[in-house]
């Protein structure tokens, strides 16, 4: 049996893949999510999580992104279980 959770990109572990569904955040925050790829529709794969609130690094069509913890709570994504990236 499989479900869908929506939670915040910064919840998840390292390996695990989700699909970016929102973005709470001002436009500057937006279009800059936007040219790193992070835009609706888009699957990340969480890579690594910083200690005592660091950075969140996932990976995104092939590129490592390195993202504030504040911000990566502002981006909801979605999880189905799946731990694999796919093309």
Known sequence: MSFDLSLPLASLSPG???RLVAVHG???SLMRLRRLGL???AQVRAVATGRWG???LVEVNGC???LGRGLARRIL???N???TLTQ
Do not use: D, M, N, T
Request: aromatic share 0%.
């Open 77 to 79: 994504v979605q999880v």
């Open 16 to 18: 695990q893949v989700g």
């Open 26 to 28: 001002g436009h500057g």
């Open 81 to 83: 279980g799946a731990s």
């Open 39 to 41: 835009r609706p529709g």
């Open 64 to 66: 490592r992104v390195a």
């Open 54 to 56: 660091g950075p969140v």
